[in-house]
């Protein structure tokens, strides 16, 4: 298998609001709602970096598409890293994404690898880290 992630999907219990959080809360681009004229077709995709977009998806349209129970929602089953080129950038984004909504579950702190880090959780349990990475040089 070649690793090419293109999508990377969220369930979210109310996709109204999940919207409002990504495009008007953090400001990530979309052109909003699609597939609302289809049964378990609306959805929300956001750019991210070329190549790789964001959905938001209804639990229960992913419930339906695949033909797996809803299960019980767990912030632990997955993280989104978010890479920021500096230090005070992460405080940034964390109070953007406070005042969009999100609730900071780990306010951000120095890391045992030389880092600087914190989390925050947005609408639907979804964990985000913010993190700066000495060690890692982004591209613009």
Same mark, same amino acid.
């Given at each position: 298998?070649?690793?090419?992630?293109?999508?990377?999907?969220?369930?979210?219990?109310?996709?109204?609001?999940?919207? %409002?959080? &990504?495009?008007?809360?953090?400001?990530?681009?979309?052109?909003?709602?699609?597939? $609302?004229?289809?049964?378990?077709?609306?959805?929300?995709?956001?750019?991210? $970096?070329?190549?790789?977009?964001?959905?938001? @998806?209804?639990?229960?349209?992913? *419930? #339906?598409?695949?033909?797996?129970?809803?299960?019980?929602?767990?912030?632990?089953?997955?993280?989104?890293?978010?890479?920021? *080129?500096?230090?005070?950038?992460?405080?940034?984004?964390? #109070?953007?994404?406070?005042?969009?909504?999100?609730?900071?579950?780990?306010?951000? %702190?120095?890391? &045992? @690898?030389?880092? &600087?880090?914190? &989390?925050?959780?947005?609408?639907?349990?979804?964990? @985000?880290?913010?993190? @700066?990475?000495?060690?890692?040089?982004?591209?613009?």
């Amino acid at each position: 298998m070649k690793p090419q992630l293109t999508v990377l999907t969220l369930g979210v219990d109310d996709l109204e609001r999940s919207l %409002r959080f &990504y495009r008007d809360g953090l400001g990530l681009p979309t052109k909003g709602l699609v597939g $609302q004229e289809f049964e378990h077709g609306a959805v929300a995709f956001f750019e991210l $970096q070329a190549g790789l977009r964001l959905a938001i @998806w209804p639990r229960k349209s992913i *419930a #339906a598409d695949s033909g797996q129970p809803i299960g019980p929602r767990s912030a632990t089953e997955m993280t989104l890293g978010h890479n920021v *080129a500096t230090r005070a950038e992460v405080d940034i984004l964390l #109070a953007q994404a406070e005042r969009a909504g999100a609730r900071i579950v780990r306010h951000a %702190r120095e890391t &045992y @690898w030389g880092g &600087y880090a914190g &989390y925050f959780s947005d609408p639907d349990g979804h964990l @985000w880290e913010i993190v @700066w990475n000495p060690q890692l040089i982004l591209a613009d």
